[in-house]
């Protein structure tokens, strides 16, 4: 049996049986005014963070979420989008997108607002989306490429590319690892099915959405996940796992680099009432601005000494340089 074909066993008892430890939400379950969650969607809620982010959906948008689980953020995401098929639910799991279907049958008598026909389920491959080119503004998954090796991973980043419009945005949320995984952990198809044995690197993670061509990344939120352990995992030393919030952006490449913000704010406290670096960046004094990891190495070689560069916070939110 495949790692794929395992994750497919796994996620199909998930979806008749609903295991409420099979992931580690590290996000608060969103409580919208008017909406009502069933306890079925949040038990079946098999994500490590959250992908719905309010500024993300303004002017009905149309979303794509890929991976349903019970469909909790599905829910949400009509909640901004109430149309007829404003949100589409792409799952290879049969048994998983009928769970979702039983679910909205009762998130429809819970909410007055909402209706069934606002989500489109479809069977289907993150690997080839059955989309057509540049056809939703917000493509999401959650806890589901983490599952992916190499090369299944950057042909799922290149599907959500391909069927985002243009500035479309992509939201993740998915565990990383800074230390080495070893090939024992790596080929695990379990672990890897349960989302801990296929992290990567945040760096690594960034670097691939850039190789796709997105213009323009927001690390939104970094937070700790998981200890694989040494005493019930084949490993020499405890790895620790943490969950990543990532947006990146269908904006055209710079002709420097992609923008990447990882939390990074500029704070200028000279004697003028401002510094003008000459490049589009004016900064007020002592008024923090956030600033792309780009921008933050530039003005950095400036050597100024009354400049300061804070670190990444790995929390961005908008606003920034660029």
């Avoid at 990882?262 to 003028?272: E, P, R």
């Avoid at 004094?285 to 000494?305: H, M």
Wanted: glycine share 6%.
């Amino acid at each position: 049996m495949s790692y794929l074909e395992t994750t497919k066993s796994v996620y199909k008892d998930a979806a008749l049986t609903p295991d409420i430890g099979l992931c580690c939400t590290t996000t608060p379950i969103w409580q919208f005014p008017g909406l009502s969650i069933p306890t079925r969607m949040q038990e079946m809620n098999y994500g490590c963070g959250s992908t719905v982010h309010p500024r993300d959906l303004v002017n009905n948008p149309k979303i794509l979420y890929v991976g349903v689980g019970g469909g909790m953020e599905l829910l949400q995401f009509s909640y901004f989008s109430r149309q007829k098929n404003g949100v589409i639910g792409v799952d290879v799991v049969d048994e998983m997108l009928q769970a979702c279907q039983d679910n909205f049958t009762e998130a429809e008598q819970q909410n007055d607002w909402f209706q069934k026909d606002f989500v489109q389920l479809k069977q289907g491959d993150a690997l080839a989306l059955p989309l057509a080119d540049s056809s939703v503004d917000v493509a999401a998954q959650n806890c589901l490429f983490n599952i992916f090796k190499q090369d299944e991973l950057k042909q799922a980043l290149k599907e959500m590319y391909r069927v985002l419009k243009p500035q479309g945005r992509l939201v993740m949320s998915d565990p990383i690892c800074e230390q080495p995984i070893n090939d024992s952990l790596r080929n695990d198809e379990k672990l890897r099915a349960l989302c801990l044995s296929g992290s990567i690197p945040l760096n690594d993670y960034l670097n691939m959405l850039v190789e796709v061509g997105f213009g323009t990344l927001e690390v939104r939120a970094k937070r700790p996940y998981r200890i694989l352990d040494t005493a019930h995992y084949p490993s020499e030393e405890n790895l620790y796992i943490e969950s990543v919030e990532v947006c990146a952006i269908k904006d055209p490449m710079p002709e420097d680099g992609a923008c990447i913000f990882t939390g990074k704010a500029a704070i200028y406290f000279g004697n003028d009432d401002f510094f003008d670096d000459n490049k589009g960046h004016i900064l007020l004094q002592n008024q923090p601005l956030s600033v792309c990891d780009k921008t933050a190495a530039a003005l950095q070689s400036l050597n100024r000494n009354d400049l300061f560069i804070s670190p990444s916070t790995f929390h961005y939110d908008g606003g920034g340089c660029c």
